[in-house]
């Protein structure tokens, strides 16, 4: 099993030695969508792979914070801190999604050289993804499978 460590906003932990961290960027949509976040998780908590720990920064909320303003501006600082200091940011854009704030990001990030972006074609603003991808020569995939075999395959 691989070493994995989750992160989650409030959390705290010290970084090991050989890891690489990672950002869950993309869709949410409030906490209406499907947990692709716990997907990916669990996905890389299954591998065979003990050399490196894999630290898994995820955005998604268990509870929802309201309308306590003060616990938002936390949670985007939060977002923006963990996305500029991860390795490698995995973005995934449903395609049944608006992800404004996703589609933020990918501006935000694109020229960063850590970014990989998983659109599902269905997504109603993909040529805008898939054309900014391009650009910036940030690789693009249709489907979480499809990332999952490249990354597995490169690490």
């Not at 010290?14 to 669990?42: C, H």
């Not at 996905?43 to 630290?55: G, Q, R």
């Not at 940011?89 to 850590?114: D, N, Q, W, Y």
């Amino acid at each position: 099993m691989a070493n994995v460590i989750e992160i989650r906003p409030h959390d705290t932990f010290k970084y090991p030695k050989n890891m690489l961290s990672i950002f869950l960027a993309g869709t949410i949509d409030m906490g209406n969508s499907r947990n692709w976040q716990e997907e990916f998780v669990n996905e890389v908590k299954s591998w065979k792979d003990e050399e490196v720990t894999y630290v898994i920064y995820n955005p998604r909320r268990v509870e929802d914070f309201g309308k306590d303003l003060e616990e938002f501006d936390y949670q985007v600082k939060w977002e923006l801190n963990q996305l500029e200091a991860a390795d490698l940011i995995v973005m995934h854009i449903l395609g049944t999604s608006k992800s404004p704030i996703t589609l933020l990001e990918l501006g935000l990030f694109a020229r960063s050289g850590k970014l990989e972006v998983i659109c599902e074609p269905e997504f109603y603003r993909y040529d805008n993804v898939r054309i900014t991808c391009d650009r910036y020569s940030v690789p693009i995939y249709k489907s979480m499978d499809e990332f999952l075999k490249t990354f597995e395959s490169n690490k």
